[in-house]
């Protein structure tokens, strides 16, 4: 079978992975012709790049990542024309017999769709954010307004065209349902985040203690992005509040537009148990989180749609309990007590925050049983064979 993927973000297979670069090997596994289509730095050309024996079509375009929201609004605009473009000119006489395409963004809808149409191919959207309705949860864009209204259009003309839509979540599902009342329910289903299953090395594990200078400390890790979404002000509050432990350190890993500001506040509330570190190799990250002790998830308390945290995934793959702070709307809650993995609270409630710490700071035995049920989770739940399959299934 002929498969295309269009992707958003998409880090060179040789030197790194991330969720979707494992469904990639999956479907090469079960012997799949895959093309992907992904940018390429703004400094380099558009071209076929061959990353662990996988032909990458690699598309020239504006900056995406770390970007101003106007400068990010613009290039998501240009991307379908983009690939478009690259598309008939790399892939002319390329037949498909599936699209798969995960959110953001969700302006490569018209693509989607003249690809699927032409191929007479299966579009299986892989709904990872739901888009616009978070930008005006975090006060980016104004409910009803202009700018709005037409990405309100290509969400909606987005679910119509999929053929399937695999959501992170039954709440995801119940949020797609009651707020487009023309998606019929049998065209969704739950496609939980995945990712390959890894096993850190012990050495490596003592390597990464000794350049971090992690020794004798209970370390509390954030991973991924460093935005609004992820309100980190309330980590920042309960590293405050945890200042009476000498022993833990809060360490903050990755990269996004609320980094700089985070930095200016620790500093000025001279709080000295935070250490952020910018984004560092998909392994080496692995292996890092391997000798923590408490993975963080934080949530935005403004967000009204259910958003299920990718970063658990590394988090449970190598058995760390997870501590949450999250919003009303999502179900993350749900998931951490149904694997019984982490506790969790509602984001600005900062005394339930340091109370689940202090359960697990002072029970060892209770992150040891915890990081062994998220681990066992992971390896029930979240591995891309078992999304590969549930896509697959569609075409069977």
């Not at 065209?187 to 490596?204: A, M, T």
């Not at 001279?270 to 990250?285: F, R």
């Not at 949450?324 to 999502?330: I, N, W």
């Amino acid at each position: 079978m002929r498969v295309l993927f269009l992707m958003f973000a998409f880090p060179d297979m040789d030197v790194s992975f991330n969720m979707y670069t494992a469904l990639v090997e999956e479907f090469i596994k079960n012997g799949h012709d895959v093309s992907v289509v992904a940018p390429v730095n703004q400094q380099r050309k558009t071209e076929i790049s061959i990353e662990k024996g996988i032909s990458i079509l690699r598309v020239k375009t504006l900056p995406i990542k770390n970007v101003g929201n106007i400068r990010k609004g613009i290039a998501n605009l240009l991307l379908p024309y983009q690939y478009d473009r690259a598309i008939n000119k790399h892939f002319k006489n390329k037949k498909f017999d599936l699209v798969v395409m995960p959110t953001p963004p969700i302006t490569l809808v018209k693509l989607a769709a003249k690809i699927k149409y032409q191929n007479n191919a299966l579009f299986y959207l892989v709904l990872r954010d739901i888009f616009p309705q978070n930008a005006v949860d975090l006060g980016f864009m104004r409910k009803g307004g202009f700018i709005h209204r037409y990405f309100r259009k290509k969400e909606r003309n987005l679910y119509n065209e999929a053929d399937v839509i695999g959501c992170m979540s039954d709440g995801n599902i119940r949020y797609i349902l009651d707020h487009n009342k023309s998606i019929p329910e049998n065209k969704l289903e739950v496609l939980r985040n995945f990712q390959k299953k890894y096993d850190y090395s012990q050495n490596s594990n003592q390597i990464g203690k000794e350049v971090y200078g992690l020794e004798g400390k209970f370390v509390v890790v954030f991973g991924g992005n460093m935005g609004k979404a992820q309100q980190l002000e309330n980590v920042i509050e309960l590293a405050k509040k945890c200042s009476v432990y000498p022993n833990v350190l809060f360490l903050l890993l990755g990269e996004g537009t609320a980094m700089q500001r985070l930095e200016t506040s620790i500093t000025e509330r001279n709080i000295i148990n935070i250490k952020i570190l910018g984004t560092i190799p998909k392994q080496e990250y692995q292996d890092l989180l391997g000798i923590c002790d408490i993975g963080l998830i934080s949530l935005h308390q403004n967000f009204s749609i259910p958003n299920i945290p990718s970063k658990t995934l590394d988090y449970f793959n190598v058995g760390l309990p997870v501590l949450a702070s999250v919003d009303k709307a999502t179900d993350y809650g749900s998931v951490l007590d149904e694997a019984n993995a982490g506790l969790w609270s509602y984001a600005k409630d900062i005394e339930a925050f340091k109370h689940n710490f202090d359960k697990l700071y002072l029970n060892p035995e209770l992150r040891k049983e915890m990081g062994k049920n998220g681990r066992k989770y992971f390896e029930q739940f979240l591995t891309p064979d078992i999304a590969y399959q549930k896509i697959i299934s569609h075409l069977q």
